[in-house]
DNA sequence: TCAAGTTATATACCTTGTTATAAATATGAG
DNA sequence: CTCATATTTATAACAAGGTATATAACTTGA
């Protein structure tokens, strides 16, 4: 009964990859501790990594590298900046630009983030996506069954948590 | 730019599942010709798909079965009965239940359903899916360019569309 | 130079998923 | 039998994505 999905083929692999990728949001919020999080909307942390790893952006950057629309990006830049984790200042050249950039208590919330929530996220969904096999349809099937039976939170336990810059070199390297 | 999330690794991987379904069930809804959508809500498909395949089903199977939270199905359900595809009438055994089952008019419907806009969807999301490799990471960002790059519609051209029925049929053969 | 078109951002509204909870019905223990 | 608890569906409120469009600022061409 439970598997229904399953035998509709590709025409709803859109609606699953949907589902999968909200389910694998909702356990990665439940990774951080209260201390990394905050209240921090789990789609704020690609974005707060971008703006860590690129520098000040517009907004239409942030969207085309986020590959989102850009009403959405507005929205979290309205979020962040409420919880005075990004700053505005408008570009001098092309005063409609509006440059967003970390403040000081948004580079520090990133250094935290740094340090736990994302090479937690990174290293408990790396280990979910470990051994895959067949067609891309069965891989996305033993997703879901991983994903159902053994939670993110669960992948961590008794595993040293790497640091996110170091992460992300070595993944750089491994490619 | 525009392949900022690439290199946050695994930990952005829900965010980009999550667009990445939303882009398929986008140009999935591109697919059918107006004859055979009429006004359909793409996430429905699924619901009708089922209910033609496993007989009425009550609400709390419905949601089982889709891996889907009970409240979006019940909207889901009131949505397609508004356009008399779907009717409920009460369980006699328990009076809690109604079971949901595809109306004449609903019959038609999946009836033109399976001999286009579900094949049709099938046969796009496989081609975009074949002969993808590397790591799941590796395929997710594979699917993400062929998507942008060449739409599900642009794949159907000049291809038969197979009956669903027999589709699935070979699809069970081959696993 | 200024009117017309283009671009960047913000806003309004819609969709479709979620949780929490209420209301109706069923079940089971004493 | 009755009351406490379970279960089923419906409703309300929220989240986070989307499209369409308005507004302000820039650019271009006659």
């Given amino acids: 009964m439970e598997d229904g999905l399953k035998t509709l083929g590709y025409a709803a692999l859109g609606s699953r990859l949907k589902r999968l990728g909200e389910k694998l949001q909702a356990q990665t919020a439940d990774l951080g501790d209260a201390a990394s999080q905050e209240g921090l909307p789990?789609?704020?942390n690609p974005l707060l990594a971008i703006l860590d790893k690129r520098g000040p952006l517009s907004v239409g950057d942030l969207a085309r590298t986020l590959q989102q629309a850009q009403p959405g990006v507005t929205r979290m830049i309205h979020h962040l900046k409420s919880q005075n984790l990004v700053a505005t200042t408008p570009d001098?050249?092309?005063r409609r630009i509006s440059r967003i950039?970390?403040?000081d208590e948004g580079k520090a919330r990133v250094k935290r983030l740094k340090e736990s929530l994302w090479p937690a996220a990174d290293q408990a969904v790396q280990s979910i996506c470990e051994g895959l096999s067949g067609s891309f349809l069965d891989q996305v099937?033993?997703?879901?069954?991983?994903l159902s039976q053994s939670p993110l939170k669960s992948r961590l336990e008794g595993i040293a948590l790497a640091d996110w810059?170091?992460?992300l070199e070595q993944r750089s390297k491994t490619q």
């Avoid at 099937?141 to 991983?146: F, K």
């Fill in 101 to 103: 950039a970390l403040t």
């Fill in 165 to 167: 810059d170091q992460l």
């Fill in 141 to 146: 099937a033993q997703l879901e069954t991983r």
């Fill in 92 to 94: 001098p050249q092309d």
């Fill in 42 to 44: 789990v789609p704020c």
